[in-house]
């Protein structure tokens, strides 16, 4: 199906079709638009996100920490490259000598902060729909003075019903943001029958953006940023890295190892803070 409509790309603004209709937690019936230009495909108004929401961990998704094992490896690796692990002095911190911070946007249930802390790293967690249930007592506070060296954003690009404008506010947090994504696998993915593509996730009405590559090299030119990919591994950043693709291939096959050794985990240090905090409320 293709019709011409009156809705705007939501990544470059360029006028797109009606790619097709699918049926939205079983009740809505809504169509999917496509741009011609830099290939966003996307539905237009997401009325049906508070329902979709009301358990913000979907139930379909089985992979949630068979990816954050993997993820945070990949995230470690890229958060040293950035130098995440470097004490530095920040002015408005008085000349206090603290740890930048890799904060995990979109985190879920603080899975990925938690590891990346016991790993050695400074990662604090941000969440707007889902509750912290590992990294409770490092949930960032956008009032601190503190540097973030990198911003991880896993799986939540497609969850943006705003997307250019919501990628915008995280780049102005963190303009190192290191995400995932499912790339459209051609034009417009089969959207019905046996051969549906797996990620549209129809039942759930949770996935509302589909991405190219042309339409996250428009949000980088745009914020004059490097956009580096891998697979469905992705960084936009003010820095040109050209192993990135490299660094991905190798974090499980021994790069993660050797940088774990060059850090001190946060694991009992986190658990003695913690307990003082929890005996000053008592």
């Known amino acids: 199906m293709s019709k011409t409509s009156e809705h705007l790309c939501k990544i470059c603004n360029h006028q797109t079709f009606i790619a097709f209709y699918a049926t939205i937690l079983h009740t809505y019936e809504e169509a999917f638009y496509k741009c011609p230009q830099c290939g966003f ?3 237009g108004n997401a009325h049906w996100l508070k329902q979709s929401y009301a358990q913000a961990i ?4 089985t992979g949630l920490v068979a990816r954050n094992l993997y993820l945070y490896k990949i995230a470690s690796v890229v958060a040293y490259f950035f130098n995440a692990h470097k004490a530095a002095t920040f002015m408005g911190g008085g000349g206090a000598i603290s740890l930048p911070i890799v904060l995990d946007i ?7 902060t938690r590891l990346l802390r016991d790993v050695g790293f400074e990662a604090q967690w941000s969440d707007e729909y889902c509750d912290n249930i590992f990294a409770q007592g490092f949930t960032y506070d956008n009032k601190q003075d503190k540097q973030i060296a990198l911003a991880t954003c896993f799986e939540v690009f497609e969850h943006l019903p705003d997307p250019l404008h919501q990628i915008e506010s ?4 963190c303009p190192n943001i290191l995400f995932s994504t499912e790339l459209l ?6 959207s019905n029958g046996e051969n549906t ?3 549209y996730g129809f039942e759930h009405g949770q996935h509302i953006s589909f991405y190219t590559k042309q339409s996250l090299q428009f949000i980088a030119k745009k914020r004059k940023l490097f956009l580096h990919s891998c697979g469905s591994i992705h960084l936009l950043s003010t820095k040109r890295i050209p192993l990135f693709a490299l660094l991905i291939k190798i974090a499980h096959r021994g790069l993660f190892t050797i940088i774990q050794k060059q850090l001190q985990s946060k ?4 658990s003695i803070m913690l307990q003082a905090l929890a005996n000053q409320r008592s």
């Open 197 to 199: 593509w797996w990620y």
């Open 106 to 112: 979109g985190g879920g249930t603080g899975l990925l």
């Open 41 to 43: 495909l996307s539905v």
């Open 267 to 270: 694991t009992f240090s986190d």
């Open 170 to 173: 995280m780049l102005d947090i």
């Open 58 to 61: 979907n139930i379909t998704d």
């Open 185 to 190: 696998p051609c034009d417009v993915p089969q």
